[in-house]
């Protein structure tokens, strides 16, 4: 069975959410509910050609608008919600992205300071062939022009934080948030530690495609209708995001300075080898050392967040996290069976 069905598109911009925490629950769903979701882009469309400069069209601190919160039946604090990706798809033909005066990681911030101009604001339209599953970057100060392959995932991706915060959506923390990393993509599980009742989970920022590390701080950002899975582990904290796929399992964190994001995600790991792999704590520390792989999320947000990867194939015969992964991706078959 592939369980209850809820369809939720917002039509105007009033119906997103701008923070994790601070909003109220647009739906009540049960743990096992499909959602079929639409997402604006991080500019709530305001960005659609390359005179549409971000200064100018984006009225701060509305960005990165979030789809939800919804509220799942029987979340509470200490239990762990269970977000499986079943598809996202781009809901437009083209994606844009820029540079934004003192943001990303090449250029001087209002954190870190320098004397020299900030960038100049440009925009990229980029084209996508969703057909072909393509992404068509073209120059704006010269004649190249190359096709990279779509990739969509979706940069924000939380709950509510905990001690009663609201966070900008800009923000990656414990509870989620903005932490654009490339491997949140279709067949992929999230975990997400509950801190309210409820749990709030929204969603948004879509990306066709995004390098790791963002580095210029935007991603081929897009319009997305994405179908996942929400569930429910009982008991079962889980203090940073996981994620899981069909051959690895990941742990991230997000701090500043990134070595401390870094560390958060690799002793997240190796807590997670104890836990669920019983794996002594120091030999769990020396086989992710010789085994870990450790992609950038982003270093451009408030927060950085890093991820620590390891793969299945060499972790002993157990399922993690109660094998949640495994019964969300029956679901998901199930549910795409039908479609």
Request: some cysteine; charged content about 20%; glycine content about 8%.
């Given at each position: 069975?592939?369980g209850?069905v809820l369809t939720?598109?917002?039509?105007a ?7 994790f925490?601070?909003a109220?629950?647009v739906?009540r ?6 959602l079929?979701?639409?997402t604006?882009?991080c ?5 659609r050609?390359?005179g ?5 069209v984006v009225?701060f601190p ?5 789809t939800?919160?919804?509220y799942v039946d029987g979340?509470?604090?200490?239990d762990t919600?269970?977000v499986?990706?079943?598809s ?10 820029t540079t ?12 870190t300071?320098g004397?020299?101009?900030?960038l100049p ?5 980029w084209q ?8 068509r970057f073209?120059?704006r100060?010269?004649q190249?022009?190359v ?13 509510a ?5 609201a966070?900008?959506s ?5 509870h989620?948030?903005?932490m654009?990393t490339?491997?949140m993509?279709?067949g ?5 530690g509950v801190n ?5 989970f ?10 790791e590390?963002?580095t210029?701080g935007?991603a081929v ?10 569930d429910?582990?009982?008991n079962?904290p889980?203090?940073w995001?996981?994620l899981e796929s069909?051959?690895?399992?990941m742990?991230t ?6 070595e401390?994001?870094?560390?958060i ?7 997670w080898?104890e ?5 002594p ?9 010789q085994g ?5 999320a ?7 967040t890093s ?6 194939q060499?972790l002993p015969?157990?399922a ?6 495994a019964?969300?991706?029956?679901q998901?078959?199930?549910y795409?069976?039908t479609?």
């Amino acid at each position: 069975m592939s369980g209850p069905v809820l369809t939720y598109r917002p039509t105007a911009i009033g119906d997103y959410a701008w923070t994790f925490g601070g909003a109220p629950p647009v739906a009540r769903v049960v743990p096992g509910t499909v959602l079929e979701l639409s997402t604006e882009d991080c500019f709530a469309g305001r960005v659609r050609g390359t005179g549409d400069l971000v200064s100018q069209v984006v009225e701060f601190p509305f960005v990165n608008p979030q789809t939800g919160p919804f509220y799942v039946d029987g979340a509470e604090p200490g239990d762990t919600l269970a977000v499986h990706f079943v598809s996202i798809e781009p809901s437009r033909d083209w994606a844009a992205s820029t540079t934004v005066p003192l943001f990303g990681a090449l250029t001087s911030t209002h954190a870190t300071a320098g004397l020299q101009d900030a960038l100049p604001e440009v925009v990229w339209i980029w084209q996508l062939d969703r057909q072909r599953r393509l992404c068509r970057f073209e120059s704006r100060f010269g004649q190249y022009t190359v096709d990279l392959p779509m990739d969509p995932m979706h940069g924000t991706v939380g709950v509510a934080p905990a001690n009663l915060e609201a966070r900008s959506s800009l923000v990656p923390d414990a509870h989620g948030g903005n932490m654009d990393t490339p491997e949140m993509r279709a067949g992929v599980t999230c975990y997400l530690g509950v801190n309210v009742d409820g749990a709030l989970f929204s969603l948004g920022d879509g990306h066709a495609r995004q390098g790791e590390g963002e580095t210029c701080g935007v991603a081929v950002e897009c319009a997305m209708d994405t179908v996942v899975i929400v569930d429910l582990m009982k008991n079962r904290p889980c203090p940073w995001p996981r994620l899981e796929s069909d051959t690895h399992i990941m742990s991230t964190g997000s701090a500043r300075p990134l070595e401390d994001a870094f560390r958060i995600a690799q002793l997240d790991l190796v807590r997670w080898l104890e836990e669920d792999f019983g794996l002594p704590s120091l030999d769990a520390y020396q086989l992710v050392s010789q085994g870990v792989e450790s992609p950038l999320a982003n270093v451009v947000d408030p927060n950085y967040t890093s991820v620590a990867k390891f793969r299945k194939q060499w972790l002993p015969a157990a399922a993690a996290m109660d094998g949640m992964h495994a019964r969300l991706r029956e679901q998901a078959s199930a549910y795409l069976a039908t479609r």
